[in-house]
């Protein structure tokens, strides 16, 4: 065991307080999207491309404009043009061009479902009208779908004159690849040489949808003298204010930008969609616009992760040490360039302590709406591959699948393949946790097997700003700039109060809009409890050496005189002098009086973020008639680092494990023959519903995190990483066929084992 | 063509609007009575995140028109509450943290306090079977079941 850093005593972390917005939330009365209003809005609809692929020779809008409840209309002329270039918005790389362009098209539509153009009515009904009233020619050009057709030579070009970066020398004919990426670590073909055993295996996976159940909305209104404001539901309104300022040229200042409650994101809400579409109509029709999205637009027209193309090989030494493993990832980008194929390939073998690693990566186009983030970006489809060949590898060498992982599972020191050195991580806690679970040693019924999987995800930090007001009464409102999507405010309001020694209910924490608060980069890469959490222990801690300074003031000796134990102002010693103990709640009265009001306020980009390692175990049951595959119980382990709402921490866990539960066994989309999606609906792509899944177990490991003040490591995204292996290495021992491809549905897995039958007998 | 004129109960108030004939009972309720609380997820029956009772009788409001609620009593998560005191089902979901995002809770919350009309001490598979019509993306439904449960052990001991 590495040794660790000894958790303090906690008053309130690690409790389970009910969450500051509880009540609004099941009352109906918490405002989300969609539910925002204002006198006088007008309904914005998004017109979108029939074709998968197709030049825009004109746009004609004259008949709409025309339409009477028609107040404007926007189309490419209404955006100038912007870079090529990367330049960051905020901590993410942005390429504007391609940004403008999915928001609207301009020479070409380049998926089915593609705005070409928006209008502002009086009416939802008139605006439908409108939409068939705006003529666009099209010259409908060839399309690709899949990420290998579309890496051939010959396939329709997606984005004309694209050369493959990250090639030397680089190529001399465009192509749908728009990078090449690789990480290496020593030598493979020296670690294959060394292998008793190595397996190569070729995996497929289908875009699925990050499937957020409320869709995306927004209300916009541009005042007549420029300034304007933006209600929208995102997981980053300080980058939603970029993107928007940038793509209207609007000084960042003018754009006030509210986040309304979310209703789920996974990534998905990291994007702005009809937000400058809805200001661009605000301010040529000179009212408010509220736009929503119909879940048919959220599937055709946001971003679904990718779907990929995977080869892995592992070779290994009789006794379970792994010698080398390489990959090659092939991910679909959608319509323009940014797979999340790079930290694809950066955290396939992250869960193992390896001399010889080589991974590529391809980041490919196709005719298909542009890729958006989804929990863990690139890493679920990765680790599957190469957690499902570590399961074949267990099974070839007759070794189980936990010790085998704890043979190779990286611990602190390990240089991973992608450059760090892991500082204090839990992934042997986790493993041993699985080990001793009453899961892992429970019987199985009949048709049923049992598998498990590692995951990782990095995890960051980043700019945050918050600021804790003490109030006059001695109770405190923190204002934080990520948006909650599932607990946080209960979680920093813990913890300020165990840094005041103050209780849970006097910490009132809201969510700020971008023109209360510093910058906040977004909810998202498990950041906000960690990132969020550091800076309001930070504002706290100034609030307390401000509260000091008062004390010290009052008591007329020096501020380092003052000590805060257990809620209280003191002397710090005889020396000092003899005066009463003084409250928060004391010294807050006299705030007035003795330098004006405490404001403990937190600017920071948080550093060391921490790195979480997860492993589940499943259990499934295969119906030998229909092939269908049945979760029948399941546990999730995972370090989180120090878990500050146990509940909302077991929540993330069952969470993902959900998602990978549908990505593993239902959720695909499904594309014809002609470039068009045919499962743009809940009915058709299914998400795992209450019936399909049993109680999801969970053991939190906490491996404290030496760089946050409490410890915290980000916990949101791992969950989703390894169910699919997890789900694939159970259903070949309920099946006796390994499966290569998800989701592994029940017409696949039906013909795996009818195959292996006729196999047998063959 | 001119608007149609509905009377109907809503959480026990009497009140009246004037609709389209092809506007959904969700859009009424949302638009015209300003009642937010159920959410538009599909509009296709698929999420239950609309779900209201007619009469007593569950449905996902986004495929009812509003003219059929003409005469109807409707309940909507609005009217759950009784004062400042939370139904057992909504102070459980806080209690054991049945939701993340929440913007499918009031669709559950109203499909379970139906759920539990018709049968107050379901299974697990019977919970698991009724509200397999919400969708709710962020919890795998582990909780929501817990609470659930909870809700109607507490509710029966009450009754």
């Known amino acids: 065991m590495q040794e660790r850093v000894k958790s303090p005593k906690f008053d309130i972390i690690g409790t389970r307080p009910i969450r500051p917005d509880g009540a609004d939330k099941v009352t109906g009365r918490a405002k989300f999207g969609a539910d925002h209003k204002i006198a006088g809005q007008l309904v914005g609809k998004v017109l979108r ?55 609207l098209a301009r020479e070409k539509v380049l998926y089915e479902g593609h705005a070409v153009a928006a209008v502002a009515a009086t009416s939802e009904t008139i605006a439908r009208q409108a939409l068939k009233l705006i003529e666009v020619a099209y010259e409908v050009l060839p399309h690709v779908i899949n990420e290998v057709e579309a890496m051939k030579p010959g396939a329709p070009i997606v984005e004309d004159g694209m050369i493959t970066a990250g090639v030397t020398p680089p190529p001399t004919t465009p192509s749908n690849v728009a990078k090449r990426v690789e990480f290496t670590l020593g030598d493979v073909a020296k670690g294959f040489k060394d292998a008793d055993v190595i397996i190569e295996r070729e995996f497929n996976t289908k875009p699925v949808h990050q499937g957020y159940i409320e869709p995306h909305a927004c209300v916009a209104s541009v005042s007549e003298d420029g300034t304007a404001e933006l209600w929208t539901t995102t997981q980053g309104h300080w980058i939603a204010r970029a993107h928007c300022a940038k793509l209207l040229g609007w000084d960042i200042t003018k754009l006030r930008v509210t986040s309304s409650e979310i ?6 809400k990291t994007v702005v969609y009809m937000e400058p579409l809805a200001l661009a109509l605000s301010q040529k029709s000179h009212r408010p616009v509220k736009m929503v999205m119909s879940r048919e637009e ?25 010698v080398a493993g390489e990959a090659i990832l092939k991910y679909q980008a959608g319509c323009f360039q940014g797979s999340p194929v790079q930290p694809g390939c950066m955290c396939a073998f992250a869960p193992y302590d390896l001399e010889n690693v080589k991974v590529v990566g391809y980041d490919v186009l196709s005719n298909r709406p542009k890729v958006a983030a989804y929990r863990a970006p690139g890493g679920p489809i990765s680790e599957y591959a190469v957690e499902s060949v570590v399961d074949e590898l267990a099974a070839t060498l007759k070794i189980d699948p936990i010790e085998l992982r704890l043979k190779n599972a990286a611990k602190e020191g390990t240089k991973a393949a992608y450059g760090p050195k892991f500082g204090p991580v839990g992934l042997v806690e986790c493993l041993e946790a699985a080990k001793n679970s009453p899961h892992w040693k429970a019987p199985l019924g009949k048709n049923q097997g049992r598998g498990m999987a590692s995951g990782f995800w990095f995890n960051i930090g980043g700019e945050t700003t918050v600021s804790l007001q003490l109030n006059e009464d001695g109770t405190l409102t923190l204002m934080v700039g990520t948006p909650d999507i599932g607990g946080l405010r209960a979680s920093l309001a813990m913890m300020a109060a165990e840094e ?41 801690r100034s609030i307390i050496k401000q509260a000091s300074g008062r004390a010290a003031k009052l008591w007329e000796i020096p501020e380092d005189a003052v000590s805060f134990e257990n809620g209280e102002f003191r002397p710090a010693g005889d020396n000092a002098g003899k005066h009463k103990p003084m409250t928060l709640a004391d010294i807050a009265k006299v ?49 989180a680092g120090k878990a500050i709402h146990p509940s909302y921490v077991e929540g993330q866990f069952q969470g993902g494990a959900a998602q990978g539960i549908g990505w593993a066994l239902s959720e695909e989309y499904i594309y014809g023959a002609d470039g068009k999606l045919q499962n743009a609906g809940f009915l058709d792509y299914r998400i795992p519903v209450a019936s399909d899944l049993p109680m999801l177990d969970t053991i939190i490991i906490e491996v404290p995190n030496p760089r946050h003040p409490y410890g915290v490591r980000g916990i949101g995204e791992t969950p989703i990483i390894p169910p699919m292996a997890a789900i694939a290495a159970a259903a070949c021992k309920a099946t006796g066929v390994r499966m290569f491809e998800l989701p592994m549905s029940p017409p696949k897995v039906l013909k795996a084992m009818k195959d292996a039958k006729a196999g047998k007998k063959a | ?47 239950g995140a609309c779900s209201v009772t007619i009469n007593g009788r569950l449905v996902c409001s986004c495929l009812v028109l509003g003219v059929e609620a003409n005469g109807m009593k409707i309940e909507t998560i609005e009217g759950m509450a009784q004062g400042d005191k939370l139904h057992p089902l909504q102070q459980k979901f806080l209690e054991h943290a049945a939701l993340q995002c929440g913007i499918c809770t009031p669709g559950v919350l109203i499909a379970a306090k139906a759920l539990l009309a018709k049968n107050p001490n379901p299974t697990e598979t019977e919970t698991r079977y009724w509200l397999a019509g919400n969708l709710c993306r962020c919890t795998g439904y582990d909780k929501i079941i817990r609470a659930v449960m909870d809700a109607a052990s507490e509710m029966r001991k009450g009754a």
Request: aromatic share 6%.
């Open chain 1, 298 to 322: 959220v599937f055709r027209a946001s971003g679904p992760t990718s779907g990929a193309n995977i080869w892995v090989k592992i070779g290994a030494k009789k006794d379970g040490r792994i």
């Open chain 1, 591 to 639: 705030a007035g009086k003795t330098g004006g009001s405490i404001v403990g306020y937190a600017a920071i980009s948080a550093q060391g973020a921490a790195p979480s390692f997860g492993v589940h175990i499943a259990d499934t049951e295969v119906d030998p008639e229909t092939g269908k595959l049945t979760v029948t119980r399941y546990t999730a382990i995972q370090d």
């Open chain 2, 1 to 47: 063509m001119a608007k149609h004129h509905v009377s109907a109960t809503v959480n026990n108030d009497p009140v009246e609007f004037l609709c389209e004939t092809d506007q959904t009972l969700l859009d009424c309720l949302r638009d015209e009575l300003n009642l937010t609380g159920a959410k538009e997820g599909c509009s296709s029956g698929d999420c």
């Open chain 1, 49 to 103: 491309s029939p074709h998968p692929h197709a030049r825009i020779k004109s746009i004609n809008i004259a008949k709409a404009l025309a339409l009477a409840g028609v107040k404007a209309v926007v189309t490419r002329e209404d955006f100038k043009e912007q870079s090529p270039e990367f330049i960051p918005a905020g901590e993410m790389l942005v390429n504007y061009r391609d940004v403008l362009r999915n928001v």
């Open chain 1, 500 to 540: 005041l020694k103050v209780p849970y209910a006097k910490v009132r924490p809201i969510i700020a809009d971008t023109s209360s608060l510093g910058y906040n980069f977004l909810t998202g890469g498990s950041r906000a409890t960690f990132s969020s959490g550091m800076a309001t222990v930070e504002a706290a």
């Open chain 1, 263 to 268: 209703g789920g994101g996974f990534g998905g």
